[in-house]
């Protein structure tokens, strides 16, 4: 059974504060996070398709200016997002790599971060045929396990909430997921004489 833990919680989040999905590609964070979006009440925001929509197609950009222009392109569109989330209750799911921008990350900490934990048998269906995704060009699940491998620390460091996926579907894991949010929305929040806990450690 897919089970989710409390990581850790940021005390500056305020109550109907952003939640934003991070993990791996091919994890579900779209589908998922569309259906918390509507299970909550709230505005979804993928910022892959905010890229998408103004820009053109990934492998394009990929093809024409670079890995590295798309990540521009990709930290600009978040940090729009989280902007924007300041005003609406939002849900946001940031691509596979989004994490890894220094910006990006420091601003993760006025949101709730959700990640979506899952292995290969996981994705293997989905990802296994074309699918246009540049990164994995080539043997497809070869990259898609060394990308992982490269970017779960980051993932543990940055959650809040940790979500397995590896099995049940996207209804199960939406209601697990509004379970741990409610549960961390009543979680004591430090006072300031209490050391703030990140990761288990003070």
């Known amino acids: 059974m897919p089970s989710g833990h409390l990581a850790r919680r940021h005390a500056s989040t305020p109550e109907g504060g952003p939640i934003v999905l991070i993990g791996p590609m091919a994890v579900g964070k ?38 590295r222009h798309f990540r521009e392109l990709e930290a600009r569109a978040v940090v729009e997002a989280l ?7 939002t849900v946001i799911s940031l691509g596979g790599g989004a994490v890894l921008d220094s910006g990006t990350q420091q601003l993760l900490a006025g949101a709730t971060v959700v990640y979506l934990e899952a292995d290969l048998e996981t994705v293997r269906s989905r990802i296994g045929r074309e699918s246009g995704r540049p990164l994995l060009a080539g043997d497809a699940l070869e990259r898609w396990t060394q990308l992982a491998a490269t970017r779960t620390p980051v993932y543990r460091r940055l959650a809040d909430l940790t979500l397995d996926v590896r099995s049940g579907g996207v209804e199960e894991h939406v209601r697990q997921l509004v379970a741990l949010l409610q549960g961390r929305e009543q979680a004591t929040t430090p006072t300031e004489s209490q050391p703030r806990i990140k990761n288990g450690h003070p």
């Open 83 to 89: 902007d924007a989330a300041r005003t609406e209750p």
């Open 30 to 67: 779209t589908v998922i996070g569309a259906e918390l979006a509507k299970a909550l009440g709230r505005r979804f925001v993928d910022t892959d398709q905010v890229v998408i929509h103004r820009h053109g197609r990934i492998a394009d950009i990929f093809a024409g200016r670079g890995e």
